[in-house]
T-cell receptor
């Protein structure tokens, strides 16, 4: 049972470069989420998807885009990275129904120089 | 709007002594409340969840939390700390911020780093 996998584990990126963070889940969860974790700020929601084919903006969506072509994959793209996007990024998923419980991947540590 | 305040950014205890991590919340609705744990360089793991069934919630690894509506608190406790409990703990509230298309947004506290000393 893999749960949620994220790739890469870590990345150092030059400012201005394009980067896609990958997230895959094998639990057939309908909803998926991207968060960034910054020291002293906890986790903040970037984008979410309630089901394949739909996406929505969270608290801090600027500079990021997502797509949800199928149930399993939810990639996060930084079109032109900036140093303020240096963070740890977590992908999460949630089964359908009334539960609010989200399950998290191991994270991607991104440094933008 | 909903919010979460974790009252201590760092807590240090000796192994074998009790743990108390404090959390206060604000929500316009009857909230769901969670505690997640994050070990170094790992993802977040669900410790326990409150959803209005019972005010005292038992979680994994001997942790429990008590929901007190009058105090808007959801403090996390453990009778006896173990070295393996050293991690960062997040209090999370859900229930008052609906996402477009359905589902509730989770609002995270800023985290409490627990240190366990010999």
């Amino acid at each position: 049972i893999a749960g949620i996998t994220q790739a890469p584990t870590s990345q150092i990126l030059a400012a201005g470069r394009r980067m896609t963070l990958r997230c895959t889940q094998d639990m057939r969860h309908n909803a998926m989420y991207w968060y960034r974790q910054d020291l002293g700020l906890g986790l903040r929601l970037i984008h979410y998807s309630n089901t394949a084919g739909t996406t929505g903006k969270g608290e801090v969506p600027d500079g990021y885009s997502v797509s949800r072509a199928n149930t399993d994959d939810f990639p996060l793209t930084l079109a032109s990275a900036v140093p303020s996007q240096t963070s740890v990024y977590f992908c999460a998923s949630k089964p359908s129904g009334t539960t609010d419980t989200q399950y998290f991947g191991p994270g991607t540590r991104l440094t933008v120089l | 709007a909903q919010s979460v305040t974790q009252l201590d950014s760092h807590v240090s205890v000796s192994e074998g002594t009790p743990v108390l991590l404090r959390c206060n919340y604000s929500s316009s609705y009857s909230p769901s409340l969670f505690w997640y744990v994050q070990h170094p360089n790992k993802g977040l793991q669900l410790l326990l969840k409150y959803t209005s069934a019972a005010t005292l919630v038992k979680g994994i690894n001997g942790f429990e939390a008590e929901f007190k509506k009058s105090e808007t608190s959801f403090h996390l406790t453990k009778p006896s700390a173990h070295m393996s409990d050293a991690a960062e703990y997040f209090c999370v509230v859900s229930g008052a911020w609906e996402l477009t298309g359905g589902g509730n947004k989770l609002t995270f506290g800023t985290g409490t780093q627990l240190k366990v000393e010999l």
